[in-house]
């Protein structure tokens, strides 16, 4: 079974905007740094985002200032909300949590358990 799922992707325009949503109904999300990866046809998975335990957000250049990364502690979510979203964002979306032992980072290694990710295509 699923430890995490993700949900959110579909097809939008260049420019457009999708909210990405990580969900668990058996991790407490919480205690985990979660990180949002990508893979693209043809390419190597990516880190693309992550926050940690302690709400600390990391993006890489690519993303910065288009994604924000956020907790819903209450619905037990991590959302990854994309705007003004370039053909090169189209892939498959991944959220991934990891249980490190410094509540105040995130990295894009290490992971404990992944869900079977999200499409997000963007096209005209």
């Known amino acids: 079974q699923l430890q995490l799922v993700e949900s959110g992707g579909g097809l939008v325009q260049p420019g457009g905007s999708l909210r990405l949503s990580c969900y668990s109904s058996?991790?407490?999300?919480?205690?985990?740094?979660i990180a949002w990866f990508r893979q693209a046809p043809g390419k190597e998975r990516e880190g693309v985002s992550c926050i940690s335990s302690g709400g600390s957000p990391n993006y890489v250049d690519s993303v910065k200032g288009r994604f924000t990364i956020s907790r819903d502690n209450f619905k037990n979510t991590v959302y990854l909300q994309m705007n003004s979203l370039k053909p090169e964002d189209t892939a498959v979306y991944y959220c991934?949590?990891?249980?490190?032992?410094?509540?105040?980072?995130?990295?894009?290694?290490?992971?404990?358990?992944w869900g079977n990710g999200t499409l997000v295509t963007v096209s005209s």
């Open positions: 991934a949590a990891a249980d490190y032992s410094n509540y105040a980072v995130c990295y894009y290694h290490s992971m404990n358990y």
């Open positions: 058996r991790l407490a999300l919480d205690n985990y740094a």
